[in-house]
Every structure is written in structure tokens, then in C-alpha cells.
């Protein structure tokens, strides 16, 4: 909320309408596609040390199912981060990515000379003029995370609207 007051505000001074798209993940640590991952950390010039020690750390990944009284045998995890202190880390590196990706569009609200995408941990907010922008960054983003295993939550996604003239409208944003 921090980021967005000063936004909005700077925007009314102007008399325009801020158009968000406040983007929530499914199980987003949980999805993340370790190869895509590896490559990912590659063309952010990860050195190829650290590269072997982080696909150490995650490749030795198993879990056992209860059901009742009984226990599964090892399943070995092959997609998703640990919930460790390296995960939030590495899940940046590939949010990031997608968000680079929908940035190349070069659309949406520009503010101080750069567009506005928000993202505070898994969430992201896309800020736009008109529900065009809004929705072309979205798909954008959508097609992006998917590449990395992330899955929007459709029902966490909200649309929101802020203007001067008129009350701040909140819907649902459903992927069509």
C-alpha cells in the first residue's frame, strides 16, 4: 500500500484513472519448474558454482503420505522450492523473469519515467490507464509465469479502478 498511495495520488493531480489488476499465484513455491529455474538463474549471470550448489540443495527433495496409520514409501519432489531461507530468493529471480517479459511491452502506467508492475512477495499488481493495458499486461504475464509452472488464482485476482470522480470499483478478475 506503501507504493501504490503515492501513485494514485500523483495520478489524481491529473485527473486520470488508475486501472490495477492485483495478481495472486497458485501453491507459487510450491510450482516452480526447477529446470526452467537453473535457466533462468543462468542468464541472470549466476556463477556456475553456485548454480551446482543450489541444484544440490533442491534435488535431494522427498516426502512420505500418510493415511491412517500407514506410511507411504520416499516420493521423490522434482518441482517446487523448500519453504527455506534460499526459496524467496530463487523465487525472485523467476518472478522476476516473467515480470521482465511483460515489461519488453513497454505499456502501461508510467510514473517518474518507468512502468508500474508492484510485486510484494508472490503478489504482483499491474497498474495501467484503461482495462486494454491492464488486460494485454496481464496476458502477457499469465503466458510468462506459466513458462515457470506458475498458476494465477483466479479467484484471489481482483480488478480495481481508482479515480478522482468517482468511487473505488472492485470486481473479481476472472481469465477469459
Do not use: W
Not at 7 to 18: D, G, P, Q, R, T
Not at 66 to 85: T, Y
Amino acid at each position: 500500500m506503501f507504493c501504490i498511495r503515492p501513485i494514485l495520488k500523483k495520478k489524481c493531480e491529473y485527473n486520470k484513472a488508475v486501472h490495477q489488476l492485483f495478481i495472486d499465484f497458485n501453491k507459487a513455491y510450491g510450482s516452480v519448474r526447477r529446470e526452467v529455474l537453473y535457466k533462468i538463474l543462468i542468464k541472470f549471470g549466476i556463477p556456475m558454482k553456485l548454480l551446482r550448489l543450489i541444484k544440490m540443495c533442491l534435488t535431494v527433495m522427498y516426502s512420505r503420505v500418510r493415511v491412517g496409520k500407514n506410511l507411504s514409501d520416499m516420493l521423490p519432489i522434482r518441482n517446487g522450492l523448500k519453504q527455506d531461507a534460499l526459496s524467496p530468493l530463487l523465487f525472485n529471480f523467476a518472478l522476476e523473469y516473467a515480470i521482465k517479459r511483460v515489461q519488453v511491452n513497454q505499456d502501461g502506467l508510467k510514473l517518474y519515467g518507468t512502468h508500474q508492475i508492484l510485486v510484494y512477495a508472490y503478489d504482483v499488481n499491474i497498474q495501467g490507464g484503461s482495462i486494454y493495458t491492464i488486460r494485454k499486461n496481464a496476458q502477457a504475464l499469465v503466458v510468462a509465469s506459466m513458462e515457470i509452472g506458475l498458476e494465477v488464482n483466479a479467484d484471489k485476482t481482483k480488478y480495481m479502478v481508482m479515480s478522482q470522480d468517482s468511487e473505488c470499483r472492485m470486481k473479481s478478475q476472472h481469465n477469459d
